[in-house]
């Protein structure tokens, strides 16, 4: 990653493997077209699928700037050849369930629901979901109820801990935020 990537724009989870080999590839050619790599994922789908998910800095991402990427990689990936066999390329933006791979998602989703799975267990769970209340000090603070506890409370979860996080979707607050308007309670 550039040098001039702040530690928010810095992607906290990096893939493996083959996975990892192809995001090497794509991800300075997103920067050089002003998009940010969000997850690579490679699957079996249809006979071998790339998947690369993008969006620019701002969060978004139309049809014809997926087509842009496409057009971009398909000849880095021939020349580089990252993965074995006939494979489809799918460019796609994040959607509504978005993974969460950079603090400043987290910071911009504040107030929404996330589910987010650590890579080791902090007081015998890996796995938790609640709603984003801030980041700070290189951690999430989550809001979430526990067994036992009558009022929800709020935790930190290092980044350098997440393997993976993402949006739950919820139409009533994410049609307020494209209105401006907050959901009735």
């Given at each position: 990653m550039p040098s001039s990537a702040t530690p928010e724009d810095?992607?906290?989870?990096r893939e493996t493997g083959q996975e990892r080999v192809i995001a090497d590839l794509a991800e300075p050619m997103l920067?050089?077209?002003?998009?940010?790599?969000?997850r690579v994922k490679v699957s079996a789908r249809d006979?071998?699928?790339v998947q690369i998910m993008a969006e620019r800095p701002s969060g978004e991402m139309t049809v014809d700037d997926c087509a842009i990427i496409s057009r971009r990689l398909s000849p880095v990936f021939e020349a580089?050849?990252?993965?074995?066999?006939?494979?489809?390329?799918?460019v796609s933006s994040p959607g509504i369930d978005r993974p969460l791979v950079r603090p400043s998602d987290f910071a911009l989703w504040t107030g929404h629901t996330a589910k987010i799975?650590?890579?080791e267990a902090v007081d015998g769970r890996k796995r938790f979901k609640g709603?984003?209340?801030?980041?700070?000090?290189?951690?999430?603070?989550?809001?979430?109820?526990?067994?036992?506890?009558?009022?929800?409370?709020?935790?930190?979860l290092p980044f350098s801990l997440i393997?993976?996080?993402k949006l739950v979707p919820d139409p009533d607050s994410f049609r307020a935020d494209l209105t401006g308007s907050k959901p009735a309670n």
């Open positions: 810095r992607r906290f989870t920067e050089e077209l002003g998009f940010r790599l969000v006979g071998g699928t580089h050849d990252p993965m074995p066999g006939h494979y489809y390329l799918e799975e650590l890579k709603t984003i209340e801030d980041v700070a000090d290189e951690e999430v603070h989550l809001k979430i109820e526990l067994d036992g506890q009558a009022e929800p409370i709020i935790i930190g393997s993976e996080a």
